[in-house]
């Protein structure tokens, strides 16, 4: 297995985070050399400006946090997340429309993935397994897959439940090996965050990326 920091993304995604949060976030990232740090779009010109050239993924999100909003403002979100530097894209995907039985996820993931891949970006889709039975679940990544997602993601930290290791060897057992998996919710404990990774994890998102790392070398 890699490094345990080439699996975490740092991520700070509170209400109340403030410019003083996000210097520490960037901070300990460089520091640390994390894979990626996810930020809300509204500090992406500050955060892009202080990575600098370090090799940190700058990462945000679209239609955070319940994918309600249309995708015609999804489209703009991302084009101006990539304008300020966004390199991923973690999109919350149409819950209410896949909840009603419509196609419409797919085809909104596929216009957002085009415009990520014109631009040499990745899309990171967020499904919500929370919300998503086992049948479901298998259904969600293939339609993530099918529409040209990078990544399928497990959650946004809003649900009533976050990742969990029988949801990541399910997903990792019905995606492609192309297709990425990021596990984020509630991962506060190095053993957990292991056990994700076992069970397919690429990707750990997650606010104590740093306590991880600490657990990591102590151990």
């Not at 894979?35 to 809300?40: A, E, L, S, Y």
């Not at 955060?47 to 999100?61: F, H, I, K, N």
């Not at 403002?73 to 390199?87: H, N, P, S, Y």
């Amino acid at each position: 297995m890699n490094k345990l920091n080439r699996f975490l993304e740092s991520t700070l995604l509170k209400p109340t985070m403030t410019g003083a949060d996000v210097d520490v976030l960037v901070k300990e990232a460089i520091e640390e050399q994390f894979v990626g740090v996810c930020v809300p779009p509204f500090w992406l010109k500050k955060v892009r400006r202080e990575l600098g050239e370090a090799d940190v993924q700058l990462v945000t999100v679209i239609g955070f946090p319940f994918g309600y909003t249309d995708t015609a403002t999804k489209v703009f979100e991302t084009q101006e997340a990539i304008r300020q530097g966004a390199d991923e894209l973690d999109l919350v995907w149409s819950q209410t429309a896949y909840q009603s039985g419509m196609n419409w996820p797919k085809i909104e993931i596929a216009q957002i993935a085009k415009i990520c891949h014109e631009e040499e970006r990745i899309l990171k889709v967020i499904i919500e397994t929370a919300n998503l039975d086992e049948k479901q679940l298998i259904e969600a990544c293939l339609i993530c897959e099918d529409a040209g997602a990078d990544f399928v993601k497990t959650s946004t930290g809003y649900a009533a439940s976050g990742a969990k290791v029988e949801d990541i060897q399910l997903m990792r057992e019905n995606l492609s090996s192309s297709v990425g998996i990021k596990a984020s919710g509630g991962i506060k404990t190095l053993d957990f965050a292991l056990a994700l990774i076992k069970a397919g994890a690429d990707r750990i998102g997650t606010s104590s990326a740093k306590a991880l790392m600490n657990a990591w070398r102590n151990s």
